[in-house]
């Protein structure tokens, strides 16, 4: 009987020495192989040039209405201003809608909210890509 037990006791501290040891030594193994993929990552994404993408960012302005407003009307107009010769898109859940673009770059929508929050995307589409603005608008059918 003393022989199974000193045997038991020997056996629990080598499994517990060899689990303390894979306990110390895991974070680094995890760690190493972590770098290795975002290295990999780093190397197969292709930068997008710093002149495109200046070119494409800051050409979208939303000017009406503001983010987070509340709405008690269920068509809701949109206006902005872009870069002279883009496409605009507007989204919401329910609705999409092509906005004209004036000479002058300002554009105008129209898009049907539903009850309660509507998020709104609009798009603005050139040669050298799209830009996006996302906002949300709470239509209310009850007069405030």
Do not use: C, H, W
């Given at each position: 009987?003393?022989?199974?037990?000193?045997?038991?006791v020997v056996?629990?501290?080598?499994?517990?020495?060899?689990?303390?040891?894979?306990?110390?030594n895991?974070?680094?193994?995890f760690?190493?192989?972590?770098?290795?993929?975002?290295?990999?990552?780093t190397?197969?994404?292709?930068?997008?040039?710093?002149?495109i993408?200046a070119?494409i960012?800051?050409?979208?302005?939303?000017?009406?209405?503001?983010?987070?407003s509340?709405v008690?009307?269920?068509?809701?107009k949109?206006?902005?201003?872009?870069?002279?010769?883009?496409?605009?898109?507007?989204?919401?859940?329910?609705?999409?809608?092509?906005?004209k673009?004036?000479?002058?770059?300002?554009?105008?929508?129209?898009?049907?909210l539903?009850?309660?929050?509507?998020?709104?995307?609009?798009?603005?589409?050139?040669?050298?890509?799209?830009?996006s603005?996302?906002?949300?608008?709470y239509?209310?059918?009850?007069?405030l």
């Amino acid at each position: 009987m003393k022989k199974d037990v000193i045997a038991a006791v020997v056996s629990g501290f080598i499994l517990g020495g060899l689990v303390a040891v894979a306990a110390v030594n895991l974070p680094s193994i995890f760690k190493i192989s972590t770098n290795n993929t975002a290295e990999q990552t780093t190397q197969e994404t292709i930068p997008i040039p710093t002149s495109i993408e200046a070119e494409i960012k800051e050409n979208l302005e939303i000017t009406e209405p503001k983010d987070e407003s509340i709405v008690t009307e269920k068509e809701l107009k949109i206006t902005g201003r872009t870069k002279t010769g883009d496409a605009v898109l507007v989204e919401s859940e329910s609705d999409i809608s092509e906005a004209k673009v004036e000479n002058d770059g300002t554009f105008t929508s129209s898009i049907t909210l539903t009850e309660g929050g509507n998020q709104i995307i609009i798009y603005s589409i050139n040669e050298n890509g799209e830009e996006s603005k996302t906002f949300t608008v709470y239509y209310t059918s009850d007069k405030l």
